[in-house]
Antibody, heavy 119, light 106 residues
Framework: QVQLQESGPGLVKPSQTLSLTCTVSGGSISSRGYYWSWIRQHPGKGLEWIGY???????YYNPSLKSRVTISPDTSKDQFSLKLSSVTAADTAVYYC???????????WGQGTLVTVSS | EVVMTQSPATLSVSPGERATLSCRASQSVSSNLAWYQQKPGQAPRLLIY???TRAAGIPARFSGSGSGTEFTLTISTLQSEDFAIYYCQQYNDWRTFGQGTKVEIK
């Protein structure tokens, strides 16, 4: 059974960089055919896909966030990380990591972590 | 970007009744559509993929239909644990979600 768990600071100051890590257990981020995503949900709102890193290390980002987002892997720990720079209050959200296969629906999700941007 | 529009925003249903949720895409997404259930404080859970295939462990009372731009999620006999928010997601042209339909107790 694949499990994902987000970790990182729950409070980030405006203009700083939000950094989160997703730890995968029961599977490997290098397993062929899987794509590891970050998705966020603003309070009381819908879901926004941020971007992914593939099993081979390729990345793709939502164009609306592309200039501020970096997703990177740590294959030795089966972790992948999200960095979102120059944050504002509009980046306050619950951040989820999730897995998708080659068909691109998300079959496993982390529990989510709330990140608040505030001074 | 493919815009996904769900209706209604809120659906009030009595336990034991049928619930029908709609999802419309701004352009064809073929059958590349998934449905998720989200309860308060929890992550979304995959219910349906490929527009009509139930994910592992999902009860048969959940069914999906449609293709192209019009999709439906039907819950045949609502149980107490089914009151939640439901999201559709297309994965034909990158990945976008609908804004959700809240199924509440009538």
């Amino acid at each position: 059974q694949v499990q994902l768990q987000e970790s990182g600071p729950g409070l980030v100051k405006p203009s700083q960089t939000l950094s989160l890590t997703c730890t995968v257990s029961g599977g490997s981020i290098s397993s062929r055919g899987y794509y590891w995503s970050w998705i966020r949900q603003h309070p009381g709102k819908g879901l926004e896909w941020i971007g992914y890193i593939s099993y081979s290390g390729n990345t793709y980002y939502n164009p609306s966030l592309k200039s501020r987002v970096t997703i990177s892997p740590d294959t030795s720990k089966d972790q992948f990380s999200l960095k979102l720079s120059s944050v504002t209050a509009a980046d306050t959200a619950v951040y989820y990591c999730a897995r998708a296969g080659s068909s691109w629906y998300f079959d496993y999700w982390g529990q989510g972590t709330l990140v608040t941007v505030s001074s | 970007e493919v815009v996904m529009t769900q209706s209604p925003a809120t659906l009030s249903v009595s336990p034991g009744e049928r619930a029908t949720l709609s999802c419309r895409a701004s352009q064809s997404v073929s059958s590349n559509l998934a449905w998720y259930q989200q309860k308060p404080g929890q992550a979304p859970r995959l219910l349906i993929y490929g527009a009509s295939t139930r994910a592992a462990g999902i009860p048969a009372r959940f069914s999906g239909s449609g293709s192209g731009t019009e999709f439906t999620l039907t819950i045949s006999t609502l149980q107490s644990e089914d009151f939640a928010i439901y999201y559709c997601q297309q994965y034909n042209d990158w990945r976008t979600f609908g804004q959700g339909t809240k199924v509440e107790i009538k």
